[in-house]
């Protein structure tokens, strides 16, 4: 889910998914815009099968923050 999660996220950006870390900050190290990451998170719900509410969005500020709530959502739907 994890190697599935960073390839999503390589289509926002230039990073390349074997260098990216939970520490991996969207805003500061990937610079996604606010629209891409809404975008990206549309992806995710897409691709798990999972929905975020608002409040889910206002907690993701790494990448380990991400995949430790999209395993949650899944363990829960």
Same mark, same amino acid.
């Given at each position: ?19 990216? =870390? $939970? ?7 990937? +610079?996604?815009?606010? *629209?891409?990451?809404?975008? @990206?998170?549309? !992806? ?10 608002? =409040? $889910? ?7 380990? +923050?991400?995949?430790? *709530?999209?395993?949650?959502? @899944?363990?829960? !739907?």
């Amino acid at each position: 889910m994890e190697e599935q999660f960073k390839e999503i996220l390589a289509q926002y950006t230039s990073i390349n998914p074997e260098d990216m =870390t $939970d520490e991996t900050r969207f805003r500061e190290d990937m +610079d996604l815009s606010s *629209l891409d990451f809404m975008t @990206m998170l549309g !992806e995710v719900e897409d691709t798990f099968d999972i929905e975020f509410v608002k =409040t $889910d969005a206002e907690g993701i500020f790494t990448i380990g +923050d991400a995949i430790e *709530l999209i395993r949650r959502k @899944m363990e829960n !739907e």
